[in-house]
């Protein structure tokens, strides 16, 4: 039962960094020229880590149940 909170919780977390890294890349895209390439990189490492923190859980949860 404590794995699967564990799990919940890092879904969460990885849902938090998906958004996270998302609201960064919109606001290089709405700044324009003058906004930072690095913002942009740090969205896109935010979002690929959250992606794969999320499918790594799901697959446990799933490998619990299944």
Do not use: P, Q
Not at 2 to 26: E, F, H, P, Q
Not at 41 to 66: N, P, Q, R, W
Request: charged fraction near 10%.
């Amino acid at each position: 039962m404590s794995s699967l909170i564990i799990n919940g919780v890092v879904i969460i977390i990885s849902i938090a960094l998906i958004t996270r890294g998302k609201s960064l890349r919109d606001n290089k895209s709405s700044s324009g020229i003058s906004a930072s390439s690095n913002e942009t990189s740090t969205g896109t490492a935010l979002i690929v880590c959250g992606l794969l923190l999320f499918l790594t859980h799901i697959v446990k949860i799933a490998e619990m149940f299944g």
